[in-house]
């Protein structure tokens, strides 16, 4: 797996496509997609959109893990059974793509710098996000960071990414 992350319109999926070879059909975006998509996908932009939806997919969210909890405590959240749809936990959603989608290159946005935001729902959302982009981050062979269009691997093999025509 890759993971590439960095700022809104930082140039991640620009990059992803060149360094990759990506093409539209082999991309989905998390804004819109249907959630399955993302197993078969060879490319996820907008990781965190996705969070983001299966969150408020049942208009809650904390009964889908988005407290911050683990399974266990998310179990023990809804009076000791299991959620109603536990696919839709972003912690357990991610560990299933990670598991059916090895090889995926994921792109996500930065969004846990800057002002704490008043709405609890917003909070959750970034705790989530960034629960999950380090649950990638650890699994993934490679993390990218790009700011301004230019890559900073943080992991992985720096000679395998070209910029501008350099390695």
Excluded at 43 to 54: N, S
Excluded at 69 to 90: H, R, W
Excluded at 125 to 154: K, N
Aim: hydrophobic content about 40%; proline content about 4%; glycine content about 12%.
């Amino acid at each position: 797996m890759i993971m590439i992350t960095g700022g809104a319109f930082a140039g991640k999926l620009e990059f992803a496509r060149a360094q990759f070879g990506l093409n539209e059909d082999e991309i989905v975006d998390g804004t819109d997609c249907a959630p399955e998509d993302v197993f078969t996908a060879k490319c996820i932009v907008h990781y965190e959109r996705l969070i983001r939806r299966l969150m408020e997919a049942d208009g809650k969210g904390d009964l889908y893990g988005a407290n911050g909890a683990d399974e266990k405590t998310e179990a023990a959240s809804t009076g000791g059974g299991a959620p109603k749809n536990k696919n839709l936990c972003p912690l357990t959603f991610t560990d299933r793509l990670l598991c059916e989608n090895p090889d995926a290159v994921v792109i996500m946005d930065e969004i846990g710098s800057g002002i704490i935001p008043l709405e609890k729902g917003e909070r959750l959302w970034r705790e989530q996000t960034g629960r999950a982009g380090c649950r990638i981050a650890e699994y993934a062979d490679m993390v990218i960071r790009l700011c301004c269009g230019v890559p900073e691997v943080i992991k992985g093999m720096r000679e395998s990414i070209v910029v501008g025509g350099r390695s």
